[in-house]
């Protein structure tokens, strides 16, 4: 089991779906990941959003794939304590990294984050997954990710969710579906009626391990100064293969795979960590 975790913490992520993990990263990732972050805001792909309301002074940028042309972000994925992390939690031989998501709420951003569950974006099956979500701020539990504890358990997958209008995914193939029922996203209400609610104040250094089928959301940045920069990294297990969505994914990419095979098949999605290392 990788140092930074105890029996009581995978324990929590496996019954949970998200569990919070304090002081695992040091100043020098901390720092490094600032300067890719940095890097990306000055070049951001074509993949980035910009969202903000009307009359709001802050903006919710999010960025994912960059990582082979940040070099501060691609030493994060192979020289970080993140993929043998992930791999204890998720019980797996190895961890495969798949890829990186920057998200930033800009001081005074209202901008929510609806409640939705990651895996139902991605072309990926599989159980065994895992993201690290690392704050480069301090993080109130006022404006903190909220996760629906267990929902990852209940083998339920959720339409994807449109983070600028918080609608539905469009379906353009509905006869490509794995055999998968999606359902929509239940209310807000609905969630905090039915889960217990979990939240985590967070500062440099902690991170969120969860689940790619929990549910969970946002609201938005409260503070007036600080903005909330975060970089989620996701990773998978051994179980992990390629699966078909009737919308498009996001990301769009399969490595070059049919539906079926394993990822760590594709150079795309490199090997990172073994239990034999």
């Known amino acids: 089991m990788s140092e930074y975790l105890t029996q009581q913490i995978v324990d929590d992520y496996r019954r949970d779906g998200a569990v919070c993990i304090r002081n695992v990263f040091n100043n020098y990732w901390i ?3 600032i300067e890719g972050i940095e890097r990306n805001l000055k070049n951001p792909s074509d993949y980035s959003e910009s969202l903000s309301s009307d009359g709001q002074s802050g ?6 794939c960059n990582w082979r042309s940040i070099p501060e972000f691609e030493q994060y994925v192979y020289q970080s304590p993140a993929a043998q992390i992930c791999a204890a939690l998720m019980d797996s031989e190895y961890s495969v990294f798949y890829h990186e998501h920057v998200l930033i709420k800009e001081a005074a951003a209202n901008q929510l984050t609806p409640w939705h569950h990651d895996q ?14 690392m704050p480069l701020d301090p993080v109130p539990i006022e404006t903190a990710v909220e996760f629906a504890a267990a929902s990852h358990l209940d083998n339920k997958w959720y339409k994807p969710r449109k983070f600028a209008t918080h609608l539905n995914y469009n379906i353009n ?3 490509v579906c794995d055999k998968i029922a999606y359902n929509d996203v239940p209310s807000d209400q609905y969630i905090r ?6 939240s985590f104040d ?6 969120i391990a969860f689940h790619m089928r929990t549910l969970h959301g946002a609201p938005g940045n409260l503070s007036e100064s600080t ?7 996701r990773w998978l297990g051994d179980d992990a293969v390629i699966g078909a969505r009737p919308w498009i994914t996001s990301p769009p990419t399969t490595g070059g795979l049919d ?13 990172i960590w073994t239990r034999s290392k």
């Open 31 to 33: 720092e490094k990941v």
């Open 59 to 64: 903006a919710f940028f999010n960025d994912y």
């Open 120 to 133: 139902a974006y991605y072309p990926i099956n599989g159980f065994k997954n895992c993201s690290i979500w």
């Open 173 to 175: 193939n509905n006869d």
């Open 193 to 198: 009626d039915n889960y217990k609610i979990l």
């Open 202 to 207: 967070v500062k440099p250094g902690d991170c």
């Open 227 to 233: 903005s909330r920069r975060v970089l989620s990294t």
């Open 259 to 271: 539906i079926g095979q394993n990822v760590i098949q594709s150079k795309e999605f490199p090997l």
